[in-house]
DNA sequence: CACAATAGCGACCGATCGGTCGTATGCCAA
DNA sequence: TTGGCATACGACCGATCGGTCGCTATTGTG
Protein backbone atom coordinates (compact mmCIF):
# COMPACT_ATOMS: atom_id res chain seq x y z
CA UNK A 1 0.00 0.00 0.00
CA UNK A 2 2.28 2.94 -1.46
CA UNK A 3 -0.28 5.98 -0.34
CA UNK A 4 -2.00 5.37 2.13
CA UNK A 5 -2.46 3.36 5.36
CA UNK A 6 -3.60 0.31 6.24
CA UNK A 7 -6.97 1.15 7.83
CA UNK A 8 -7.68 3.78 5.18
CA UNK A 9 -9.31 1.12 2.78
CA UNK A 10 -12.53 1.62 3.66
CA UNK A 11 -12.17 5.22 3.42
CA UNK A 12 -10.68 5.02 -0.11
CA UNK A 13 -13.21 3.06 -0.88
CA UNK A 14 -16.43 5.58 0.57
CA UNK A 15 -14.58 8.01 -1.48
CA UNK A 16 -14.90 5.90 -5.06
CA UNK A 17 -18.78 5.82 -3.89
CA UNK A 18 -19.48 9.32 -3.18
CA UNK A 19 -17.70 10.00 -6.52
CA UNK A 20 -19.92 7.40 -8.27
CA UNK A 21 -22.92 8.57 -6.85
CA UNK A 22 -21.89 12.46 -7.67
CA UNK A 23 -21.00 11.66 -11.40
CA UNK A 24 -23.97 9.21 -11.91
CA UNK A 25 -26.15 11.95 -10.86
CA UNK A 26 -25.70 14.20 -13.57
CA UNK A 27 -24.44 11.14 -15.83
CA UNK A 28 -26.21 8.66 -15.18
CA UNK A 29 -24.94 4.91 -13.73
CA UNK A 30 -23.79 4.19 -17.24
CA UNK A 31 -21.54 7.09 -16.99
CA UNK A 32 -20.22 5.94 -14.24
CA UNK A 33 -16.34 4.56 -15.51
CA UNK A 34 -14.02 2.91 -13.59
CA UNK A 35 -11.47 5.33 -15.93
CA UNK A 36 -13.24 8.42 -15.10
CA UNK A 37 -13.10 8.03 -11.21
CA UNK A 38 -10.05 6.67 -11.50
CA UNK A 39 -8.85 10.35 -13.05
CA UNK A 40 -11.23 12.62 -10.28
CA UNK A 41 -9.60 10.60 -7.79
CA UNK A 42 -6.03 10.96 -8.74
CA UNK A 43 -5.57 7.20 -8.84
CA UNK A 44 -4.93 4.14 -11.00
CA UNK A 45 -7.87 2.87 -12.75
CA UNK A 46 -7.11 -0.52 -11.17
CA UNK A 47 -7.02 0.62 -7.85
CA UNK A 48 -10.78 1.52 -8.11
CA UNK A 49 -11.42 -1.58 -9.77
CA UNK A 50 -10.07 -3.62 -7.01
CA UNK A 51 -12.73 -2.25 -4.52
CA UNK A 52 -15.51 -3.75 -6.45
CA UNK A 53 -14.33 -6.09 -9.35
CA UNK A 54 -17.45 -5.25 -11.65
CA UNK A 55 -18.62 -1.96 -12.57
CA UNK A 56 -22.29 -3.54 -11.66
CA UNK A 57 -20.87 -3.75 -8.11
CA UNK A 58 -19.90 -0.33 -8.19
CA UNK A 59 -23.19 0.84 -9.54
CA UNK A 60 -25.31 -0.95 -6.77
CA UNK A 61 -22.89 0.43 -4.55
CA UNK A 62 -23.53 3.95 -5.88
CA UNK A 63 -27.18 3.23 -6.03
CA UNK A 64 -27.13 1.73 -2.71
CA UNK A 65 -25.59 5.46 -0.87
CA UNK A 66 -28.03 7.35 -3.27
CA UNK A 67 -31.31 5.56 -1.58
CA UNK A 68 -29.33 6.11 1.92
CA UNK A 69 -29.23 9.61 1.19
CA UNK A 70 -32.93 10.00 0.08
CA UNK A 71 -34.11 8.12 3.44
CA UNK A 72 -31.92 10.53 5.31
CA UNK A 73 -33.24 13.70 3.39
CA UNK A 74 -36.90 12.90 3.25
CA UNK A 75 -37.91 9.93 5.34
CA UNK A 76 -36.36 10.89 8.32
CA UNK A 77 -37.61 14.35 8.48
CA UNK A 78 -41.00 13.22 8.62
CA UNK A 79 -40.79 10.39 10.64
CA UNK A 80 -40.60 12.28 13.94
CA UNK A 81 -44.67 13.61 12.75
CA UNK A 82 -47.53 10.77 13.72
CA UNK A 83 -48.36 8.21 11.59
CA UNK A 84 -51.41 8.87 8.65
CA UNK A 85 -51.92 12.74 7.10
CA UNK A 86 -49.27 14.39 9.37
CA UNK A 87 -46.85 12.15 8.44
CA UNK A 88 -47.64 12.42 4.59
CA UNK A 89 -47.63 16.29 4.99
CA UNK A 90 -44.28 16.04 6.43
CA UNK A 91 -42.86 13.52 3.76
CA UNK A 92 -44.78 16.21 1.24
CA UNK A 93 -42.51 18.84 2.62
CA UNK A 94 -39.34 17.42 3.00
CA UNK A 95 -39.60 15.55 -0.47
CA UNK A 96 -40.03 19.18 -2.14
CA UNK A 97 -37.62 20.81 -0.29
CA UNK A 98 -34.96 18.26 -1.18
CA UNK A 99 -36.08 18.69 -4.71
CA UNK A 100 -35.73 22.52 -4.47
CA UNK A 101 -32.39 22.58 -2.68
CA UNK A 102 -31.03 20.27 -5.50
CA UNK A 103 -29.33 17.76 -3.09
CA UNK A 104 -28.18 15.91 -6.11
CA UNK A 105 -26.66 17.83 -8.92
CA UNK A 106 -28.20 16.41 -11.49
CA UNK A 107 -32.04 16.12 -10.15
CA UNK A 108 -33.15 13.42 -8.08
CA UNK A 109 -31.15 10.43 -8.66
CA UNK A 110 -33.51 7.40 -8.17
CA UNK A 111 -35.58 9.05 -10.67
CA UNK A 112 -32.43 9.49 -13.11
CA UNK A 113 -31.90 5.36 -12.65
CA UNK A 114 -35.36 4.95 -12.62
CA UNK A 115 -35.47 6.36 -16.42
CA UNK A 116 -32.22 4.80 -17.39
CA UNK A 117 -32.70 1.15 -16.51
CA UNK A 118 -36.43 0.94 -16.59
CA UNK A 119 -36.49 -1.33 -19.50
CA UNK A 120 -33.49 -3.07 -18.92
CA UNK A 121 -32.65 -6.63 -17.24
CA UNK A 122 -30.46 -7.58 -14.05
CA UNK A 123 -29.46 -6.50 -10.68
CA UNK A 124 -29.25 -3.03 -10.95
CA UNK A 125 -32.49 -2.68 -12.65
CA UNK A 126 -33.83 -4.63 -9.44
CA UNK A 127 -32.27 -2.69 -6.78
CA UNK A 128 -33.67 0.32 -8.64
CA UNK A 129 -37.15 -1.11 -8.91
CA UNK A 130 -37.10 -2.50 -5.31
CA UNK A 131 -35.92 1.23 -3.67
CA UNK A 132 -38.95 2.75 -5.71
CA UNK A 133 -41.29 -0.21 -4.53
CA UNK A 134 -40.06 0.26 -0.86
CA UNK A 135 -40.79 4.01 -1.00
CA UNK A 136 -44.26 3.48 -2.46
CA UNK A 137 -45.39 0.90 -0.05
CA UNK A 138 -44.00 3.76 2.76
CA UNK A 139 -46.44 5.71 0.99
CA UNK A 140 -49.37 3.68 1.06
CA UNK A 141 -49.07 2.53 4.43
CA UNK A 142 -48.90 5.97 5.79
CA UNK A 143 -51.85 6.50 4.05
CA UNK A 144 -53.66 3.75 5.47
CA UNK A 145 -52.99 4.28 8.65
CA UNK A 146 -55.44 7.34 8.21
CA UNK A 147 -59.21 5.97 8.17
CA UNK A 148 -60.17 8.80 5.97
CA UNK A 149 -57.29 8.41 3.48
CA UNK A 150 -57.06 4.23 3.77
CA UNK A 151 -59.65 3.70 0.47
CA UNK A 152 -58.01 6.32 -1.71
CA UNK A 153 -54.00 4.87 -0.15
CA UNK A 154 -52.99 3.70 -3.99
CA UNK A 155 -54.10 6.95 -5.56
CA UNK A 156 -52.89 8.88 -2.95
CA UNK A 157 -49.10 7.22 -3.44
CA UNK A 158 -49.62 7.46 -7.15
CA UNK A 159 -50.04 10.98 -6.65
CA UNK A 160 -47.53 11.50 -4.49
CA UNK A 161 -44.54 9.92 -7.26
CA UNK A 162 -46.10 11.54 -9.79
CA UNK A 163 -45.68 15.23 -8.83
CA UNK A 164 -41.86 14.33 -7.46
CA UNK A 165 -40.84 12.93 -10.93
CA UNK A 166 -42.92 16.21 -12.88
CA UNK A 167 -41.69 18.84 -10.37
CA UNK A 168 -37.96 17.28 -10.87
CA UNK A 169 -37.95 17.03 -14.42
CA UNK A 170 -39.88 20.77 -14.67
CA UNK A 171 -36.54 22.13 -12.45
CA UNK A 172 -33.92 20.19 -14.35
CA UNK A 173 -34.85 20.66 -18.04
CA UNK A 174 -36.94 24.02 -17.93
CA UNK A 175 -35.52 25.09 -14.84
CA UNK A 176 -38.80 26.43 -13.31
CA UNK A 177 -38.08 27.11 -9.88
CA UNK A 178 -42.15 27.43 -9.33
CA UNK A 179 -42.02 23.22 -9.55
CA UNK A 180 -41.25 22.42 -6.07
CA UNK A 181 -44.45 24.80 -5.18
CA UNK A 182 -47.17 23.12 -7.12
CA UNK A 183 -45.70 19.71 -6.46
CA UNK A 184 -46.16 20.44 -2.99
CA UNK A 185 -50.16 22.14 -3.32
CA UNK A 186 -50.80 18.85 -5.23
CA UNK A 187 -49.33 16.59 -2.97
CA UNK A 188 -51.87 18.44 -0.40
CA UNK A 189 -54.69 18.13 -2.71
CA UNK A 190 -54.33 14.32 -2.95
CA UNK A 191 -55.01 14.17 0.40
CA UNK A 192 -58.28 15.55 -0.07
CA UNK B 1 -24.41 2.82 -55.07
CA UNK B 2 -23.97 -0.79 -55.44
CA UNK B 3 -27.46 -2.18 -53.22
CA UNK B 4 -29.72 0.29 -53.98
CA UNK B 5 -31.05 2.73 -56.48
CA UNK B 6 -30.24 6.30 -56.47
CA UNK B 7 -33.97 7.30 -55.66
CA UNK B 8 -33.93 4.91 -52.33
CA UNK B 9 -31.13 7.45 -50.58
CA UNK B 10 -34.18 8.70 -48.85
CA UNK B 11 -35.32 5.49 -48.27
CA UNK B 12 -32.48 4.44 -46.72
CA UNK B 13 -31.91 7.48 -44.43
CA UNK B 14 -35.35 6.83 -43.31
CA UNK B 15 -34.81 3.33 -42.13
CA UNK B 16 -31.84 4.78 -40.05
CA UNK B 17 -33.89 7.04 -38.43
CA UNK B 18 -37.02 5.17 -37.65
CA UNK B 19 -34.09 2.07 -35.95
CA UNK B 20 -32.29 4.85 -34.12
CA UNK B 21 -35.86 6.04 -32.18
CA UNK B 22 -37.03 2.42 -31.43
CA UNK B 23 -32.80 1.78 -30.35
CA UNK B 24 -33.37 5.32 -28.15
CA UNK B 25 -36.55 4.29 -26.49
CA UNK B 26 -35.00 1.41 -25.01
CA UNK B 27 -31.64 1.86 -24.62
CA UNK B 28 -31.23 5.88 -24.36
CA UNK B 29 -30.27 8.08 -27.00
CA UNK B 30 -27.07 8.03 -26.16
CA UNK B 31 -27.08 3.86 -26.90
CA UNK B 32 -27.34 5.06 -30.28
CA UNK B 33 -24.10 3.90 -32.15
CA UNK B 34 -23.54 3.74 -35.89
CA UNK B 35 -22.22 0.47 -35.35
CA UNK B 36 -25.53 -1.10 -33.58
CA UNK B 37 -27.38 0.69 -36.49
CA UNK B 38 -25.20 -0.56 -39.32
CA UNK B 39 -25.49 -3.69 -37.65
CA UNK B 40 -29.22 -4.01 -37.40
CA UNK B 41 -29.94 -3.14 -40.50
CA UNK B 42 -27.15 -4.53 -42.49
CA UNK B 43 -24.88 -2.27 -43.85
CA UNK B 44 -21.83 -1.03 -43.01
CA UNK B 45 -20.72 1.66 -40.53
CA UNK B 46 -19.73 4.25 -42.85
CA UNK B 47 -22.69 3.81 -44.81
CA UNK B 48 -24.54 4.95 -41.55
CA UNK B 49 -22.50 7.25 -40.83
CA UNK B 50 -22.44 9.19 -44.31
CA UNK B 51 -26.20 9.99 -43.83
CA UNK B 52 -25.66 12.54 -40.97
CA UNK B 53 -21.91 12.57 -40.51
CA UNK B 54 -22.05 12.89 -36.50
CA UNK B 55 -23.86 10.83 -33.81
CA UNK B 56 -25.29 14.45 -32.97
CA UNK B 57 -27.22 14.92 -36.11
CA UNK B 58 -28.49 11.16 -36.06
CA UNK B 59 -29.68 11.76 -32.59
CA UNK B 60 -31.47 15.23 -33.44
CA UNK B 61 -33.10 13.54 -36.36
CA UNK B 62 -34.11 10.72 -34.37
CA UNK B 63 -35.44 13.01 -31.68
CA UNK B 64 -37.52 14.65 -34.04
CA UNK B 65 -38.82 11.49 -35.25
CA UNK B 66 -39.74 10.96 -31.94
CA UNK B 67 -41.54 14.00 -31.82
CA UNK B 68 -43.65 13.53 -34.65
CA UNK B 69 -45.00 10.15 -33.30
CA UNK B 70 -45.91 11.86 -30.27
CA UNK B 71 -47.92 14.61 -32.01
CA UNK B 72 -49.43 12.39 -34.27
CA UNK B 73 -50.60 9.74 -31.31
CA UNK B 74 -51.63 12.73 -28.80
CA UNK B 75 -52.24 15.37 -30.28
CA UNK B 76 -54.10 14.72 -33.18
CA UNK B 77 -57.00 12.65 -31.99
CA UNK B 78 -57.14 15.53 -29.57
CA UNK B 79 -57.31 18.61 -31.91
CA UNK B 80 -60.77 17.65 -33.78
CA UNK B 81 -62.21 18.44 -30.20
CA UNK B 82 -63.62 22.36 -29.09
CA UNK B 83 -60.58 24.26 -27.37
CA UNK B 84 -60.89 24.72 -23.50
CA UNK B 85 -62.06 21.64 -21.26
CA UNK B 86 -63.08 19.25 -23.72
CA UNK B 87 -59.68 19.26 -26.09
CA UNK B 88 -58.02 18.88 -22.15
CA UNK B 89 -59.60 16.06 -21.66
CA UNK B 90 -59.22 14.28 -25.14
CA UNK B 91 -55.56 14.98 -24.74
CA UNK B 92 -55.91 13.31 -21.13
CA UNK B 93 -57.38 10.30 -23.00
CA UNK B 94 -55.03 10.32 -25.96
CA UNK B 95 -52.35 10.90 -23.76
CA UNK B 96 -52.88 8.08 -21.43
CA UNK B 97 -53.97 5.25 -24.22
CA UNK B 98 -50.30 6.37 -25.59
CA UNK B 99 -48.60 4.80 -22.56
CA UNK B 100 -51.27 2.05 -21.85
CA UNK B 101 -50.34 0.85 -25.66
CA UNK B 102 -46.70 1.48 -25.25
CA UNK B 103 -46.47 3.25 -28.55
CA UNK B 104 -42.49 2.84 -27.71
CA UNK B 105 -41.24 -0.40 -26.16
CA UNK B 106 -38.89 1.35 -24.06
CA UNK B 107 -42.01 3.64 -22.69
CA UNK B 108 -42.25 7.37 -23.40
CA UNK B 109 -39.59 8.62 -26.00
CA UNK B 110 -39.46 12.06 -25.09
CA UNK B 111 -39.37 11.04 -21.11
CA UNK B 112 -36.36 9.31 -21.76
CA UNK B 113 -34.79 11.65 -23.19
CA UNK B 114 -35.49 14.22 -20.25
CA UNK B 115 -34.27 12.10 -17.80
CA UNK B 116 -30.85 11.40 -20.01
CA UNK B 117 -29.99 14.60 -21.44
CA UNK B 118 -31.83 17.06 -18.31
CA UNK B 119 -28.22 18.04 -16.59
CA UNK B 120 -25.99 18.33 -20.26
CA UNK B 121 -25.43 20.66 -22.42
CA UNK B 122 -25.79 21.22 -26.19
CA UNK B 123 -28.17 21.09 -29.22
CA UNK B 124 -29.56 17.35 -28.16
CA UNK B 125 -30.56 18.58 -24.91
CA UNK B 126 -32.10 22.03 -26.04
CA UNK B 127 -34.18 20.02 -28.67
CA UNK B 128 -35.69 17.92 -25.39
CA UNK B 129 -36.31 20.50 -23.60
CA UNK B 130 -37.91 22.62 -26.91
CA UNK B 131 -39.76 19.78 -27.12
CA UNK B 132 -41.26 19.76 -23.60
CA UNK B 133 -41.54 23.61 -23.49
CA UNK B 134 -43.96 23.45 -26.66
CA UNK B 135 -46.52 20.60 -25.45
CA UNK B 136 -46.84 22.58 -22.03
CA UNK B 137 -47.35 25.72 -23.71
CA UNK B 138 -50.30 23.57 -25.78
CA UNK B 139 -51.52 22.83 -22.58
CA UNK B 140 -51.00 26.33 -20.75
CA UNK B 141 -52.85 27.31 -24.01
CA UNK B 142 -55.91 25.03 -24.20
CA UNK B 143 -56.30 25.91 -20.60
CA UNK B 144 -56.27 29.17 -20.77
CA UNK B 145 -58.75 28.79 -23.77
CA UNK B 146 -61.57 27.90 -21.14
CA UNK B 147 -62.43 30.78 -18.86
CA UNK B 148 -63.41 28.57 -15.98
CA UNK B 149 -59.74 26.74 -16.10
CA UNK B 150 -57.59 30.23 -17.02
CA UNK B 151 -56.67 30.84 -13.32
CA UNK B 152 -55.28 27.63 -12.64
CA UNK B 153 -54.08 27.21 -16.39
CA UNK B 154 -50.53 26.54 -15.25
CA UNK B 155 -50.94 23.92 -12.53
CA UNK B 156 -53.36 22.21 -14.88
CA UNK B 157 -50.37 21.94 -17.45
CA UNK B 158 -48.36 21.17 -14.41
CA UNK B 159 -50.22 18.67 -13.32
CA UNK B 160 -50.74 16.78 -16.89
CA UNK B 161 -47.41 16.32 -17.30
CA UNK B 162 -46.63 15.11 -13.67
CA UNK B 163 -49.45 12.62 -14.21
CA UNK B 164 -48.26 11.35 -17.65
CA UNK B 165 -44.60 11.14 -15.97
CA UNK B 166 -45.72 9.16 -12.92
CA UNK B 167 -47.31 6.70 -15.65
CA UNK B 168 -44.92 5.75 -17.76
CA UNK B 169 -42.51 5.06 -14.57
CA UNK B 170 -45.27 2.89 -12.61
CA UNK B 171 -45.65 0.97 -15.91
CA UNK B 172 -42.17 0.46 -17.06
CA UNK B 173 -40.76 -0.29 -13.69
CA UNK B 174 -43.33 -1.49 -11.48
CA UNK B 175 -45.51 -3.49 -14.24
CA UNK B 176 -48.12 -1.64 -12.63
CA UNK B 177 -51.15 -1.81 -15.79
CA UNK B 178 -53.54 0.59 -13.36
CA UNK B 179 -51.10 3.67 -13.66
CA UNK B 180 -52.69 5.30 -16.62
CA UNK B 181 -56.00 4.87 -15.24
CA UNK B 182 -54.57 6.52 -12.46
CA UNK B 183 -53.46 9.35 -14.53
CA UNK B 184 -56.23 10.17 -16.29
CA UNK B 185 -58.07 9.95 -12.97
CA UNK B 186 -55.21 12.37 -11.92
CA UNK B 187 -55.84 14.99 -15.21
CA UNK B 188 -59.65 14.55 -14.57
CA UNK B 189 -59.41 16.03 -11.69
CA UNK B 190 -56.75 18.54 -12.09
CA UNK B 191 -59.57 20.02 -14.20
CA UNK B 192 -61.57 20.05 -11.34
C1' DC C 1 -22.42 8.40 -74.69
C1' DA C 2 -19.50 10.84 -71.47
C1' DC C 3 -19.31 12.77 -66.92
C1' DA C 4 -20.17 14.86 -62.40
C1' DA C 5 -22.60 13.73 -58.39
C1' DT C 6 -23.79 10.54 -55.02
C1' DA C 7 -24.63 6.08 -52.00
C1' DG C 8 -22.44 2.79 -49.98
C1' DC C 9 -18.30 0.06 -48.95
C1' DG C 10 -13.92 -1.81 -46.41
C1' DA C 11 -10.04 -0.49 -44.05
C1' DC C 12 -8.30 2.16 -40.75
C1' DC C 13 -7.48 5.85 -36.88
C1' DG C 14 -6.87 7.26 -31.86
C1' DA C 15 -9.54 7.06 -27.66
C1' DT C 16 -11.95 4.72 -24.26
C1' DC C 17 -14.37 0.92 -22.48
C1' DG C 18 -14.48 -3.19 -18.73
C1' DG C 19 -11.36 -6.04 -16.90
C1' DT C 20 -6.81 -8.97 -15.88
C1' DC C 21 -2.13 -9.61 -14.61
C1' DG C 22 2.14 -9.40 -12.11
C1' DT C 23 4.42 -6.51 -8.90
C1' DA C 24 5.84 -3.28 -5.32
C1' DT C 25 4.74 -1.47 -0.96
C1' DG C 26 3.26 -1.23 3.68
C1' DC C 27 0.85 -3.35 7.92
C1' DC C 28 0.30 -6.91 11.39
C1' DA C 29 0.89 -11.22 13.56
C1' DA C 30 4.04 -14.99 14.66
C1' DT D 1 12.66 -10.34 12.27
C1' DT D 2 10.29 -12.57 9.15
C1' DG D 3 6.45 -13.94 6.41
C1' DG D 4 1.61 -13.40 4.93
C1' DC D 5 -1.94 -10.46 3.50
C1' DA D 6 -4.10 -6.58 1.59
C1' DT D 7 -3.76 -2.20 -1.22
C1' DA D 8 -2.63 0.09 -4.91
C1' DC D 9 0.08 0.32 -9.05
C1' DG D 10 1.56 0.23 -14.33
C1' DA D 11 1.08 -2.37 -18.28
C1' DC D 12 -1.69 -4.64 -21.09
C1' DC D 13 -5.90 -7.19 -23.39
C1' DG D 14 -9.78 -7.44 -26.90
C1' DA D 15 -13.88 -4.88 -27.97
C1' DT D 16 -16.21 -0.87 -29.23
C1' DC D 17 -16.62 3.91 -29.68
C1' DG D 18 -17.06 8.23 -33.13
C1' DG D 19 -15.27 9.37 -37.23
C1' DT D 20 -12.16 9.60 -41.78
C1' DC D 21 -10.34 8.02 -46.05
C1' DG D 22 -10.13 6.30 -50.72
C1' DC D 23 -12.63 3.54 -53.67
C1' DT D 24 -16.41 1.44 -56.55
C1' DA D 25 -20.73 1.25 -58.51
C1' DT D 26 -24.72 3.54 -60.07
C1' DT D 27 -27.57 7.40 -61.38
C1' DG D 28 -29.46 11.48 -63.83
C1' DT D 29 -27.88 15.03 -66.93
C1' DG D 30 -25.56 17.28 -70.90
Not at 145 to 168: S, W
Request: aromatic letters at 8%.
Amino acid sequence: MPRSSFADAARTRDAIVQRAMLVASTEGLEGVTFGRLATDLEMSKAGVVGHFGTKEALQLAALERASEVFTKEVWEPAAAAAPGRARLVAIAEAWTSYLRRRVFPGGCFLTAASCEFDDREGPVRDAVAAAWRRWHDVLVREARADPELAPRAEQIAFDFLAMAQGANQALQLLGDETAPRRALDGMRRALG
